[in-house]
């Protein structure tokens, strides 16, 4: 079964050209295909795969940093239906 983004990108290459985006250092590519993602209902997994990047090349204080805007980013959501981020 393939999973498709509202877009109609294959999720697999979205995420992988997401992840190449950022090691690329191309800023704008990263954030396209990462609201893509987040636009198609993947927000959660956007978070997962910032946090493996970072870990995968930049563990420590940018890990950090992606955790604590991940924790704050649920704390101040919390309140909000799952489908309206």
Do not use: C
């Not at 992988?16 to 090691?23: G, L, P, V």
């Not at 191309?26 to 893509?36: F, I, K, N, S, V």
């Not at 927000?43 to 924790?71: F, M, P, Q």
């Not at 101040?76 to 239906?81: F, L, M, S």
């Amino acid at each position: 079964m393939r999973i498709i983004t509202n877009r109609g990108y294959d999720f697999g290459e979205v995420s992988s050209a997401t992840q190449k985006a950022i090691r690329r250092a191309d800023t704008r590519l990263a954030g396209y295909w990462a609201l893509e993602l987040w636009a198609s209902g993947f927000g959660n997994y956007v978070w997962k795969r910032l946090l493996t990047v970072s870990a995968e090349d930049v563990w420590g204080l940018i890990t950090s940093e992606i955790k604590a805007l991940h924790d704050s980013y649920v704390f101040v959501n919390k309140t909000v239906p799952a489908k309206k981020p």
